[in-house]
């Protein structure tokens, strides 16, 4: 386990908020978080690490695996000038993992003060959701209502809502 997924779980731990984790090959892609949802019975979110053209403004966004991303649509609703994918270097900066790792996990370490966080709104409707913790060959499971109840304010964090559309398919 990497230094950053010890920090994550010692965290989790100390502030007392239950999870369940665990290891698998290395998972890049959300097809390959598939089997992962199925082993935590839980869903694994889509990551999006984004910033503003003058890069200094940085947000996580967390979303449905078949959300649709725009761009446009998502800067309006959270009020931002036009948001667009950030550099890995700018991710590792701030919440200390590389791209097909990034997790709401990130935030809470120092660095990340500051990174907004944006939520697909009918993320609240899951039961259970399962995220990296800034290392993609773990996964760790909470309860939805640990996640927005708990954690996020543990880790001083209050989430933007913002609703996606879904992909067509």
Known sequence: MSGVAEAVFAWLDG???????????PAFTMADC???DAMLN?????????????????????????????????????????LSFAPEDMLFERLRCHGGSASPMGLIFPEAAGVGLIVDSALRDCET????????TRSLAMATRDF????LPAAGVTPVDVRFE????
């Open 15 to 25: 502030a007392g908020i239950a999870y369940r984790a665990v290891e698998h090959a």
């Open 34 to 36: 598939a089997q992962i």
């Open 148 to 151: 927005f109840g708990k954690f």
């Open 129 to 136: 959701l399962a995220f990296h913790p800034c290392d993609n």
């Open 42 to 82: 839980a869903l694994t979110v889509k990551n999006l690490f984004l910033t503003t053209k003058s890069k200094k403004r940085c947000w996580l966004c967390i979303a449905r695996p078949d959300a649709r991303f725009h761009t446009s649509d998502i800067s309006k609703q959270v009020g931002s000038p036009r």
């Open 166 to 169: 879904l992909s067509a398919e």
